[in-house]
């Protein structure tokens, strides 16, 4: 094996060491320790991305991909609900940022609109609402936390290798990644599409993007909508069970307050 | 209480007509009167560049006079009814044995404090002699607080700033029951 | 990469002094409607001149700039901070994409009036951040740990996601006629045909028009602040800067609103006789467009404070009955009309402006009526049958 090999994976079991170590459980178990150990980690890793375009743009991708990778480990670690619901948010608009430096403007803003803009402000709403102070003794323990640290450190440092080595051995000039893509789209859709490969990320790639998932990608579409539309089912069927149970449960309040015998909570 | 009381008066919300529930032409006659008023006559008195025109000075409460009689006297008896009826507790009266004949006492000291008045009237009102009246001068201003506690010269004072725009009220109400006009306006 | 940096820095110039400006004739406009006169003392600074109240914005400014720093105690500190920068940053940066003009003739080509040209989700690029945005009233509101805050953030959140389907509903008609997601082909569409969409699609309009109030959270919307209940709702603990902060983004909203709605329905720069349609312009004609654009903003605008003053608050149930069963299904209707028109009288737009006026807008009275008398927004404020308990 390579020193760099060998960077790489005592960078990922630092990380995920690291991580192990911040997250939630009850008492206070060396955090401090772990931050440093995480940091230490994604440093190590981020010193072998190489060069990836112009100066611009490789800070750029450096400074949002960190926050990102920061923002996704402290939306598991931290203990109150809420920093880690805001947390996710942050790591959701760093990854519309990748999409974005990457060109695909539509993949961006859509991700920001359905998961920060509906999910998570539900989810928000949902939190602040329950438990607005994450006292409650499940939210202290994450569950299967060796596991889930290793994996997610794995998953970074694997992305990582595959992005700087790809970069090294085919030194690819600065618009590499539309390139990348359209190769993979080629590969990918070599049976679909006979007339060769399609880059979508053309000035009007919006349109593109749906004229293609509406011909090469029809039948994918349309699953999800029908998966969609039974979930949307499955929700009024939810709603409409506990709308019907509700007037008796009011009824027999009703009666109860009747019949007891203080008149407190009858005089309005 | 029970919903079916006889001392329950249920009161329906009345039933929307069709305008009311298409909600848009409810919407457009609102605009035409917030419109009408845009361009409207304004009810803002620019004060240090125009002064406010008081419709009736008969019922204005400003700062106080202490009336004088023909002969140029204080008409205050000292009574201390203005002081009793004082809701604020601003009026201080030292009164003494009067010089002259008509009466027994007259004040040897009147003083208000104008900054504790809340200008209610009840001074005026409760005045058996009509002597202490409240004029249509608002522009009060002062600056310390022992400037703003009038005494008695200061009170007679304004009576003989005030005495010729606004004669005292007993005759003009007197003159306005005997004439049947109504008092004019626009003092100051 | 100047030139982007030139438009961001005049962007932000024009529309901060504009926010000033705004907040200023609000009160007039208030003022007036109330038969006042409203501030017109503040002049130029250290003299006499008035200039009608127009250095009023300067004035607040300072006093707002000068005020104390003051974060009470019972806060949760990060996102007390968090929350005021948040709003102000997302409705900042919704300007990106929106073209503030039509494009200015240059020796080699020409330069665009928007600041990332060639963005091609800009509509959905408003939306992400206006979504972005809710996150500062709801952290505001919870961060604030007060229960006025908090009951603010909740209904703001409620409010805000529940419009932003009709929002949506009346943009897709737009995207169908338009073909693109990009604000300066709507509004080239439009210009090109001579027909605003507001006369192609009325009850798009109309819905938009409610949805975007909404969004803007402007009366009768004004649900998250609502003084008179809630004291000022999810800002109640804010003051100084990051009140200035909120209420400018507040006011930025409400530009957004009015840019939104003059680009996807009044015809952007457009104007019949004066702008013309095509790219080949003289620098006379793209500054004609840029100041009909700006004149249908602060028409819009004064719209929006027109409706604050003449129409009084919903109530939370009223707010949601209207979203759900008025505005979605309005919504949908128009989508299924728009793509009926598109489908089978693609040139009618063309051809015969008068006649799709026409039709759209009696089809809009019809389904605006049978939706009034489908969904009526009267109250659940009934009698309860005798014997249960009155609910």
């Known amino acids: ?104 403007h539509f ?57 700087g080595g790809v970069l090294k051995s085919k030194s690819f ?22 007339a060769g490969p399609v880059n979508i990320l053309t000035q009007d790639h919006s349109a593109s993007l749906g004229a293609r998932m509406f011909s090469a990608h029809l039948v994918s579409i349309e699953v999800a909508g029908v998966l969609l539309l039974a979930a949307l089912v499955g929700a009024v069927a939810i709603i409409a069970h506990s709308r019907a149970a509700q007037p008796e449960e009011a009824k027999s309040a009703a009666q109860v307050a009747m019949q007891a015998p203080s008149e407190n909570g009858r005089d309005r | 209480m029970k919903p079916d009381d006889p001392d329950i008066l249920w009161v329906d919300e009345p039933k929307l007509g069709l305008a009311g529930k298409l909600y848009l032409p409810l919407i457009a006659q609102g605009l035409t009167t917030t419109t009408k008023h845009l361009f ?149 | 990469m100047w030139e982007a940096l030139i438009k961001i820095g005049l962007l932000i110039f024009v529309i901060m002094t504009a926010v000033a400006y705004f907040v200023l004739l609000e009160r007039k406009v208030a003022a007036w409607v ?34 104390e720093e ?20 997302s409705a900042l940066a919704t300007f990106a994409v929106i073209p503030f003009g039509s494009i200015w003739p240059t020796a080699d080509g020409y330069i665009d009036f928007v600041v990332a040209p060639g963005f091609d989700a800009g509509l959905i690029y408003v939306f992400a951040l206006s979504g972005i945005a809710v996150y500062g009233v709801i952290l505001g509101g919870w961060a604030s740990n007060n229960k006025y805050s908090f009951l603010g953030g909740l209904r703001s959140s409620a409010q805000l996601i529940a419009y932003e389907i009709p929002l949506s509903l009346g943009i897709l008609g737009i995207v169908l006629t338009a073909g693109s997601l990009r604000l300066d082909t709507v509004i080239a569409q439009q210009a ?46 804010y003051s100084g800067m990051k009140l200035v902060m909120y209420a400018s983004a507040e006011f930025l909203h409400m530009i957004t609103a009015a840019f939104l709605i003059v680009i996807l329905f009044l015809g952007g720069w457009h104007f019949w006789g004066i702008t013309g349609s095509g790219t080949e312009i003289t620098w006379v004609t793209a500054l004609l467009r840029v100041l009909v654009l700006f004149a249908k903003i602060c028409l819009v605008v004064f719209g929006f404070m027109m409706v604050r003053w003449t129409l009084p608050r919903f109530r939370f149930d009223q707010l949601m009955a209207l979203a759900w069963k008025v505005m979605l299904p309005l919504g949908m209707v128009n989508l299924v009309l728009v793509a009926a028109m598109v489908e089978y009288f693609n040139n009618a737009v063309a051809e015969k402006p008068l006649m799709v006026f026409l039709v759209m807008t009696g089809l809009m009275l019809v389904s605006i009526v049978v939706t009034a008398v489908l969904a009526p927004l009267g109250s659940r404020n009934e009698r309860s049958p005798v014997g249960d308990l009155p609910t």
């Open chain 1, 107 to 163: 993949l961006s803003v859509a991700t920001i609109v359905v998961y920060a803009g509906a999910i998570l402000v539900t989810l928000l709403f949902v939190l602040m609402l329950a438990n607005p102070r994450g006292n409650a003794p499940y939210d202290r323990v994450s569950w299967e936390g060796p596991l889930s640290a290793t994996a997610g450190i794995v998953l970074v440092g694997m992305l990582t290798m595959t992005l």
């Open chain 3, 70 to 89: 003051y974060i009470p105690g019972h806060v949760d500190k990060a996102l007390y901070v968090l929350a005021p920068i948040s709003i102000l940053a």
């Open chain 2, 40 to 188: 409207g006559k304004k009810v803002t008195v620019s004060y240090p560049d125009s002064e406010p025109e008081i419709a009736n000075p008969l019922i204005y409460r400003g700062v106080h006079r202490l009336n004088r009689d023909e002969q140029g006297r204080v008409k205050c008896v000292a009574c201390f009814l203005c002081a009793t009826a004082c809701p604020a507790h601003c009026i201080d009266i030292i009164g003494t044995e009067s010089p002259w004949e008509d009466r027994e006492k007259y004040p040897e000291s009147f003083t208000i404090d104008e900054l504790r008045c809340i200008y209610c009237g009840m001074c005026e009102e409760a005045c058996p002699v009509d002597a202490i009246e409240l004029t249509s001068l608002y522009n009060l201003t002062g600056r310390s607080r022992e400037e703003m506690v009038f005494d008695k010269e200061k009170l007679l004072s304004v009576f003989d700033q005030t005495k010729d725009a606004e004669p005292m009220k007993s005759q003009t109400v007197a003159n306005s029951l005997a004439d049947t006009t109504p008092p004019k306006g626009g003092a100051s």
């Open chain 3, 192 to 237: 090109e045909t001579g027909m605003w969409n507001a006369f192609v699609q009325p009850l798009g309009f109309v819905v938009f028009l409610v949805a975007a109030t909404a969004e803007a959270a402007r009366l009768p919307f004004d649900l998250p602040e609502a003084e008179q209940e809630l004291i000022g709702g999810f800002h109640t603990e």
């Open chain 1, 173 to 194: 000039a600065a618009d590499m990644p539309s390139e990348l893509i359209a190769a993979q789209e080629a590969q990918a859709d070599d049976q679909a599409d006979a």
């Open chain 3, 34 to 67: 109330q038969d006042r006169k409203g501030p017109n003392r503040v002049g130029l600074p250290l003299t006499k001149i008035r200039l009608f109240g127009m250095g009023q914005p300067l004035a607040d400014g300072v006093k707002m700039v000068l005020k």
């Open chain 1, 1 to 104: 094996m390579s020193p760099e090999s060998w960077l790489y994976a005592g960078a990922t079991v630092l990380g995920a060491v690291g991580m192990w170590l911040l997250l939630p459980r009850p008492g206070e178990r060396m955090r401090w320790v772990g931050a440093a150990m995480s940091v230490v980690s994604l440093g190590l890793i981020l010193s072998q991305v190489s060069a990836l375009g112009d100066m611009l743009s490789q800070s750029m991708f450096i400074v949002i991909g960190s926050t990102t990778v920061i923002s996704a480990a402290a939306a598991v670690t931290f203990r109150n609900p809420v920093y880690c619901a805001i947390w996710f948010a942050m790591m959701l608009l760093g990854t519309a940022g990748l999409f974005m430096i990457q060109g695909s």
